[in-house]
């Protein structure tokens, strides 16, 4: 009892870890906490029995809300990163119409490609 209780005690600090990784951007070292979190998380309610889950009902809770805490700093994350592109992809065709329009890349084919069978 008391060794799940820990376990899942280390698993809410791990979480709260991750949470400050996510909200800081650091989403490899985030990653690393959430395997390392879901697997204590398991160790803890692994074979568990109902008077056990009953006495650690308001740790697993705790867990929950805690899950979607982080479940909504990823969305947020992702959006963010979603939009970075997004506004990448537009930055990066005014550019390449720049270029076409400065005269670096010719518009439409490039003739010189071809060879001409005439014979001079």
């Not at 989403?27 to 692994?46: C, D, G, N, P, Y």
Request: aromatic residues 4%; contains cysteine.
């Amino acid at each position: 009892m008391t060794e799940r209780r820990q376990l899942l005690d280390e698993a809410l600090c791990m979480g709260r870890a991750e949470l400050q990784h996510l909200v800081a951007g650091e989403v490899q070292e985030a990653e690393k906490l959430a395997m390392a979190r879901s697997r204590k998380a398991q160790q803890a309610i692994h074979g568990i029995d109902k008077v056990t889950l009953q006495e650690l009902a308001d740790q697993l809770i705790a867990l929950g809300s805690l899950q979607e805490e982080l479940t909504s700093e990823a969305k947020k994350l992702q959006d963010t990163v979603k939009q970075e592109l997004m506004n990448l992809r537009k930055q990066s065709r005014r550019f390449s119409a720049y270029k076409v329009g400065a005269g670096y890349v010719k518009h439409g084919f490039n003739r010189s490609r071809f060879l001409s069978k005439k014979v001079e």
